[in-house]
T-cell receptor
């Protein structure tokens, strides 16, 4: 079965650079979520999209922006990178229309290292 | 604001033991609760999902229970194996469907 795809898997950037993370949800899933997991921490919700519209927003810095495209893939854009942005970034997808319990399926993550 | 707590923070057991991981949450208005497994530096593998209307779910050697009114869930692992060694995360989904995670329980099963 197809899973959530994230690219790139690893990314190394310098401070103040920009980064773009991509997420391809499971086919026919209509909702995408982004989470950030810092070293030794639990995942924290950043932002979600349902049918290409932002549906919820968490602790996402103003330097970050995201969108969901017509093919349902999503991109997380991160500017003016800081050392503290080094983390694992997970994307998850769900089929909100199919069920009320909305199980989320996670991708393998993108490991971002800011030097 | 929803808060999720997991106890214990770490657990070390000999192979073959049955064990229980605990999860509690402060706001009982949840849609579902998911248990995940995470190996070091890796992604999140969903183990079990319990809908808010359910009391328990089973998958192989894993059994998860949910008491929504008291804000508690337990993950029971039977006959533990060294391959079960990982971090186990509990997460609840409420309004907006975002998941709120606990800090996890680091499990080590010794052979």
């Amino acid at each position: 079965a197809a899973g959530v795809i994230q690219s790139p898997r690893h990314l190394i950037k310098e401070k103040r650079e920009t980064a773009t993370l991509k997420c391809y949800p499971i086919p026919r899933h209509d909702t995408v979520y982004w989470y950030q997991q810092g070293p030794g921490q639990d995942p924290q919700f950043l932002i979600s999209f349902y049918e290409k519209m932002q549906s919820d927003k968490g602790s996402i810095p103003d330097r970050f922006s995201a969108q969901q495209f017509s093919d349902y893939h999503s991109e997380l854009n991160m500017s003016s990178l800081e050392l503290g942005d080094s983390a694992l970034y997970f994307c998850a997808s769900s089929d909100r229309q199919a069920s009320s319990y909305n199980e989320q399926f996670f991708g393998p993550g993108t490991r971002l290292t800011v030097l | 604001k929803q808060e999720v707590t997991q106890i214990p923070a770490a657990l070390s057991v000999p192979e073959g033991e049955n064990l229980v991981l605990n999860c509690s949450f402060t706001d009982s208005a949840i849609y579902n609760l998911q248990w995940f497994r995470q190996d070091p530096g890796k992604g999140l593998t969903s183990l079990l999902l319990i809908q808010s209307s359910q009391r328990e779910q089973t998958s192989g050697r894993l059994n998860a229970s949910l008491d929504k009114s008291s804000g508690r869930s337990t993950l029971y692992i039977a006959a533990s194996q060294p391959g079960d060694s990982a971090t186990y995360l509990c997460a609840v989904s409420g309004y907006g469907n975002k998941l709120v995670f606990g800090a996890g329980t680091i499990l080590r099963v010794k052979s």
